[in-house]
């Protein structure tokens, strides 16, 4: 079984900073009071790096990415 | 005939609520007899009485294959409609430690810790008293009263507070890191007192009540309009209107029934009295069991009202940790009060599924029942009017106490 990506958001955690969806346009949307939406399906591979830049600059290091079968 | 006997042939006798009945507890010292019981505890087809409902089984053996586990007996019950818990522990509380006991026995367990809320202190009274009465070698027992919140009993909430934080949920599972990080068993004190009566009489004897897929019996919390408000214990499976009979009948023209407590949806009266108490039997209302409470609320009470209360209650009781909690739940309320059903349809999607825990999603799925079974009534109120001549409120809500 081919191993996937999956973009994991702590909401504890999340302030709702925001820069999640600056920098993961299309994929991660803010809900009307500014938290973000993170769709739970398989991560496309292509998006993979801008995924990662997004773990590293949340403030609140409130997003992972989690490797699941 | 002896006593087991005769109780075992009366199908509305309790088995829960049957004090003194239950005779001594078999000890299962050896790997082979506990595999045995695991065994039976998986072929009665056990689930979690708390609400969720998770097979026991497989929770046991979870906790069991990482050893050094802590089990923690859940009695907290911060439903403020719920009583069934506070109940048992009072009328039986013999059958819950026993429960308890084998369950730590079952995953290799040294500590229980039994945990009540702070206001109920003549639970805690009942349980230490029964605690005195025994002595449970091999085992260190504890009581703890945590804060009386709603979410207080949420399994990784209780870890949590046990370890000395607010109670307040985590993300961390207790399973895997529990109390004093250790893999911990948290379940409901009803679950656990029907494992000790799996342990007693074996897994057929369990499914001679309930269902084939739903066995046993619950213990359900029946206020509103009903004669005698209170706990009854009724197999899985009775239909809603000999639960409201067990409960002393309908005292009044019933409108609608709130089915399995705040996290539960409102159905129509007429839809749900003939249907029988099981998951399955209510999947078609798109309700499940949850806590277990069933309240009918009167033809002479606003619905819309009592469903306000209770949406500022859930907010209320937000641990206030989750934006689309906090900032989603005193919004689904404001949206419900101004009669806003467009956005309370945008909100519910937004809120549910986006907390550390379920509490968003509960609150969700009460407020979006509130909308679709009360829609005459937002439409009487829209023009003015409310169909209440009675303002005495239906649903109790909770203290809102501290968090630690």
């Known amino acids: 079984m ?68 | 005939m002896s006593a087991v006997a005769a109780f075992r042939v009366d199908p ?3 088995r829960l609520l049957a004090a003194g009945l239950h005779g001594p507890l078999p000890r299962f010292l050896r790997r082979r007899e506990l595999d ?63 429960g308890a006991v084998t369950a730590a026995a079952l995953v290799g367990a040294s500590e229980i810790v039994f945990a009540v809320g702070r206001a109920n202190r003549t639970v805690r009274k009942h349980l230490e008293r029964a605690l005195d009465e025994r002595s449970d070698a091999d085992v260190d027992v504890f009581v703890e009263s945590v804060p009386d919140r709603f979410v207080a009993g949420e399994a990784s909430a209780l870890v949590n507070r046990l370890n000395g934080g607010p109670s307040k949920p985590t993300i961390q599972r207790p399973s895997v890191r529990g109390v004093h990080g250790r893999p911990t068993l948290v379940q409901n004190v009803e679950t656990l007192a029907n494992v000790a009566l799996i342990a007693r009489y074996g897994a057929g004897w369990f499914r001679e009540r309930g269902t084939p897929e739903e066995p046993g019996t619950v213990l359900v919390t029946v206020l509103g309009a009903v004669r005698s408000p209170g706990v009854v214990e ?34 129509r009266a007429r839809d749900a009295l003939e249907l029988p108490l099981t998951n399955a039997g209510l999947a078609p209302l798109g309700v499940s069991l949850g806590a277990r409470t069933i309240v009918v609320l009167p033809q002479d ?6 469903s306000v209360r209770v949406a500022r209650y859930l907010a209320r009781e937000s641990a206030g940790q989750c934006g689309p909690c906090v900032f989603g739940l005193p919004a689904m309320a404001d949206a419900l009060e101004r009669l806003d059903v467009d956005r309370i349809h945008r909100l519910v999607p937004l809120v549910a599924g986006r907390g550390a825990c ?6 969700a799925r009460f407020v979006a029942s509130a909308v679709e079974v009360f829609a005459d ?11 209440s001549t009675n303002h005495e409120p239906v649903l109790p809500l909770g203290a809102s106490g501290e968090w630690r």
């Open chain 2, 234 to 267: 009724v197999e899985l499976g009775t239909p809603i209107h000999d639960v409201i009979q067990r409960a002393g009948g309908l005292a009044a023209l019933p409108q609608a029934l709130l089915v399995g407590g705040y996290f539960g949806a409102w159905v």
């Open chain 1, 2 to 69: 081919e191993m996937t990506m999956h973009l994991r958001l702590n909401p504890i955690l999340c302030d709702g900073y925001g820069q999640c969806a600056e920098l993961l346009p299309g994929l991660v949307e803010l809900d009307e009071w500014g938290y973000p939406i993170v769709p739970r399906r398989a991560l496309d591979r292509r998006l993979e790096p801008a995924a990662r830049r997004a773990v590293k600059m949340c403030p609140r290091l409130a997003l992972s990415l989690e490797r699941a079968a």
């Open chain 2, 358 to 363: 379920s509490h968003p999603d509960g609150a």
């Open chain 2, 377 to 387: 009534e937002i439409e009487r109120h829209r023009r003015g009017r409310c169909r």
């Open chain 2, 301 to 306: 009470a606003c619905g819309l009202g009592e």
């Open chain 2, 36 to 98: 045995g019981l695991m065994a039976e505890i998986e072929a009665a087809g056990l689930t979690g009485r708390g609400g969720a409902g998770f097979p026991t089984a497989v929770k046991l053996a979870a906790v069991a294959r990482a050893g050094g586990a802590v089990v923690v007996a859940n009695g907290t019950e911060g439903e403020p409609a719920s009583w069934k818990d506070k109940v048992l522990l009072s009328m039986n509380p013999h059958l819950v430690v026993d």
């Open chain 2, 12 to 14: 509305r006798a309790p």
